[in-house]
């Protein structure tokens, strides 16, 4: 069974950093690809941050304007993990941060996963 977790939000001030961690483990074979999402109190969910194979060794990543130069998206093949680093947070980031990802099973099927949310809240 494919599960996957999210972890690393939290409280800051403004102007600090978070690391959010999305970790798929189960029979699977990687991560093709890997979105973050956010939606804030009253709002759309919005797309944050995606990285994504752009070749056989190679990743691509894009960012909403908002966020550009501030978060950062990566990943740990060998942990099967994806990690979204935000850094001067403002006020307005905050939000439930969602990740989804595609994911190559063992049996080489592909299926998208979203994890549970979590929380970041930024005080000015």
């Known amino acids: 069974q494919v599960q996957l977790v999210e972890s690393g939000g939290g409280s800051v001030q403004a102007g600090g950093s978070l690391r959010l961690s999305c970790a798929v483990s189960?029979?699977?074979?990687?991560?093709?690809?890997a979105d973050w999402y956010r939606q804030a109190p009253g709002k759309q969910r919005e797309l944050v941050a995606s990285i994504w194979r752009s070749g056989i060794e190679s990743y691509a990543d894009s960012y909403t304007d908002s966020v550009k130069g501030r978060f950062t998206t990566s990943r740990d093949n060998a942990k099967n993990t994806v990690y979204l680093q935000m850094n001067s947070l403002k006020p307005e980031d905050t939000a439930v941060y969602y990740c989804?990802?595609?994911?190559?099973?063992?049996?080489?099927?592909?299926?998208?996963?979203w994890g549970q949310g979590t929380q970041v809240t930024v005080s000015s």
């Open positions: 989804r990802a595609e994911v190559n099973l063992a049996s080489g099927a592909r299926t998208i996963y």
């Open positions: 189960g029979n699977i074979a990687n991560i093709r690809a």
